[in-house]
């Protein structure tokens, strides 16, 4: 199993270009495969390591994108707000002005 460590994390290596994220992507590849070796067919098990550790690190990817994509967004309403008035100042200048004769 450690020749198996060693090369699903310098693959993780590879696949992250950090040594911290393929510390936590080999982790996160054998808690996955501890999970689900009762399913494994017996074949080519470099293989279906391999194929767990490019799964593991493509949903990382997505997720971590969704993250980055909803700060953006949100860092790009801040700058087109900047000063203006908020929903409740508007709601009481229309007010206003409907007031007025």
Do not use: K
Request: hydrophobic share 35%; aromatic share 10%.
């Amino acid at each position: 199993m450690q020749n198996h460590f060693a090369q699903i994390y310098w693959l993780a290596c590879g696949l992250t270009c950090d040594r911290h994220d393929a510390c936590d992507l080999t982790q996160d590849v054998f808690v996955q495969v501890f999970r689900s070796v009762a399913t494994y067919a017996p074949g080519n098990f470099d293989g279906w390591l391999y194929r767990i550790t490019v799964n593991l690190f493509r949903s990382q990817v997505r997720r971590d994108r969704r993250v980055r994509l909803q700060r953006f967004r949100e860092d790009v309403v801040d700058q087109h707000t900047a000063g203006r008035q908020n929903p409740e100042e508007l709601l009481a200048d229309s007010d206003r002005r409907q007031r007025q004769p």
